[in-house]
């Protein structure tokens, strides 16, 4: 049964720092990997997707990095701002039927 | 962009009553919606999967009976929390593709409280 674990459950950065957001998957045989945003009481906005077989994928300030064989992907963050302040959540397919295995998120806190 | 709404967006009812929350594809067609509740400080656990005029099949855990999943439509999908109990209040959230490889999109969610 696939397990999704993230690390750490809560960071608190200063402003302007650049952050790691941790995702580990314990079962290598996915379909894609996907990171989420979530503001309180809200619902998820997709940040970045990577397909099984790519390694890492860039949005902006985000990137986002897979290794499939070590069960593992992380979440850069640059330059972080008070904006990015939310819940990140990675989320696993297993294959293409649309159903994701969640882990428990990161709440990030990025004080001006 | 693809824009998914639920309504609503938040429902207090009392024990032994029905509520039912809506979800909706504004500007394209679901084949397949998808509906998670998430418990407080918890992530997203997947209810059951909703494809368009078939029955839903639900993950292992959740009562088909108590939660009503109807998509009668490529643009509707509908959950009924039957006798809802306190134990129901949470977060539910929907999500839905048109198919395929296509991206899913994300609802903003419905509060449930259960008094």
């Known amino acids: 049964k696939q397990e999704v674990t993230q690390i750490p459950a809560a960071l608190s950065v200063p402003e302007g720092e650049n952050l790691v957001l941790n995702c580990s998957f314990t079962?290598?045989?996915?379909?894609?990997l996907q990171w989420f945003r979530q503001d309180p009481g809200k619902g998820l906005t997709s940040l970045l997707l990577?397909?099984?077989?790519?390694r890492e994928q860039t949005s902006g300030r985000l990137n986002a990095s897979l290794d499939k064989s070590s069960g593992r992907s992380t979440l850069y963050i640059a330059a972080s701002q008070p904006g990015d302040s939310a819940t990140y959540l990675c989320?696993?397919?297993?294959?293409?039927?649309?159903?994701?295995?969640f882990g428990q998120g990161t709440t990030l806190q990025v004080k001006p | 962009g693809a824009v998914v709404s639920q309504h609503p967006s938040w429902v207090i009812c009392k024990s032994g009553t029905s509520v039912k929350i809506e979800c909706r594809s504004l500007?394209?067609?679901?084949?397949?919606m998808f509906w998670y509740r998430q418990f407080p400080k918890q992530s997203l656990m997947l209810m059951a999967t909703?494809?368009?005029?078939?029955?839903?099949?639900?993950e292992q855990g959740v009562e088909k009976d108590k939660f009503l999943i109807n998509h009668a439509s490529l643009t509707l999908s509908t959950l009924t929390v039957t006798s809802a109990h306190p134990e129901d209040s949470s977060f539910y959230i929907c999500?839905?593709?048109?198919?395929?490889?296509?991206?899913?999109?994300f609802g903003n969610g419905t509060r449930l409280t259960v008094t």
């Open positions: 999500s839905a593709r048109k198919g395929g490889n296509s991206p899913l999109h």
């Open positions: 079962d290598s045989a996915i379909y894609n």
């Open positions: 990577i397909q099984s077989s790519q």
């Open positions: 989320a696993v397919s297993s294959g293409n039927t649309g159903k994701l295995i």
């Open positions: 500007d394209f067609q679901a084949t397949t």
């Open positions: 909703s494809n368009e005029g078939s029955k839903a099949t639900y």
